[in-house]
């Protein structure tokens, strides 16, 4: 199972760092991913990291701002979520899939956790 943590309200051009965590089994060997979902619209990839943390992939809107990356010792993942902007309220899923390659794709992610609620005030 996979455990998201770490949202919150802030202000537009802060700051806040995701976290995930796993447990009940090990995704050491698992590309995992962060998506998110805004009212009415459909979820949406935001970043994906590969099992070792050396690929990593961004959605346009928040490469260069929210740098994934994981702790294989700990079995967690993070998302530093900088230079926040109102358009990045949503709630934010984190997920792993099978397989070690990342992905952007929402369906071959197997495993979500319940997600984190992120709004970003003007």
């Known amino acids: 199972q996979l455990q998201a943590s770490g949202g919150g309200v802030v202000q537009a051009g802060g700051s806040l760092r995701l976290s995930c965590a796993a447990s009940?089994?090990?995704?050491?060997?698992?590309?995992m991913g962060w998506f998110r979902q805004a009212p009415g619209k459909e979820r949406e990839f935001v970043a994906t990291?590969?099992?070792?943390?050396?690929?990593?992939a961004y959605a346009d809107s928040v490469k260069g701002r929210f740098p994934i990356s994981r702790n294989n010792a700990k079995n967690t993942e993070h998302l530093q979520m900088n230079s926040l902007k109102p358009e990045d309220t949503a709630v934010y899923y984190c997920?792993?899939?099978?397989?070690?390659?990342?992905?952007?794709?929402?369906?071959?992610?197997?495993?979500w956790g319940q997600g984190t609620q992120v709004t970003v005030s003007s």
């Open positions: 009940g089994r090990t995704f050491t060997l698992n590309a």
């Open positions: 990291i590969n099992w070792s943390g050396s690929n990593t």
């Open positions: 997920a792993a899939k099978k397989g070690p390659a990342p992905s952007n794709l929402t369906d071959v992610y197997t495993y």
